[in-house]
Each structure stands twice: as C-alpha cells, then as structure tokens.
C-alpha cells in the first residue's frame, strides 16, 4: 500500500492550499485517514482526520481554518487550508488506516505518505 501526497507549496500568510494524497495498492478497506505535519525539533502532530462516517477531529491550532474531506472512491483524503499563517509552515504527511490483502489474507496497516513541505511566509 502507498500514499502519494501532493499540492504543497510556498505562498504569503492569507492565502489557502489544498493538499491531496491518494491511496492505492491492496486495499481490501480503509478506515481513519488524516494529516499531521512536524517541523524540525517537535513531534508530529495531529492536524486533522476522518473516519469512513465522515466524522472528523481537528487540532486546536487549524479549527475554523482547515476543512478535511474524503472520496472512498477514489481512496483520496483532502485539506483545504485556508488563512494560512506562518505557523503552519511544516512538512504535512498523510496517514491512513488501511486493511490490506484480500479477504482471506488481510493485514492491519498504518500507512503513511512521503510529506509535503508547506511554507508560509509573513
């Protein structure tokens, strides 16, 4: 199973980007996806995630300003930022939960994508 992230960039604080990353392998099911992002010295945080239900959780720090959204058909998780600050410059990986195999040989996944930089300028 891979996850192939993309849509990072360098930009002023205001402005807004979307992150995509995109599952594809054996995946038999996914069930949480999310972002987190680390900056060099800190721990990786949670930015955001999403369950199969829809149901999302946001860390302190991006309520109100990031949305995080889902296609199951595509195995595809979004984060559309919006009023970045200079704050949330760090490299944004994506994760995901995946169940991996088929039905007769399934195998627990915590998957993790490449990291995409971020940069937020003031």
């Known amino acids: 199973v891979q996850l192939q992230a993309s849509g990072g960039g360098s930009l002023q604080a205001g402005g807004s980007l979307r992150l995509s990353c995109a599952a594809s392998g054996s995946i038999f099911r996914i069930d949480e996806m999310g972002w987190y992002r680390q900056t060099p010295g800190r721990q990786r945080e949670l930015v955001a995630d999403i369950s199969t239900d829809g149901s999302t959780k946001y860390g302190d720090s991006v309520k109100g300003r990031f949305t995080i959204s889902r296609d199951n058909a595509k195995n595809t998780v979004y984060l559309q930022m919006n009023s970045l600050k200079p704050e949330d410059t760090a490299v944004y990986y994506c994760?995901?939960?995946?169940?991996?195999?088929?039905?007769?040989?399934?195998?627990?996944?915590?998957?993790w994508g490449q990291g995409t930089q971020v940069t937020v300028s003031s």
């Open positions: 994760n995901a939960k995946v169940l991996a195999g088929t039905i007769n040989s399934l195998q627990a996944l915590n998957a």
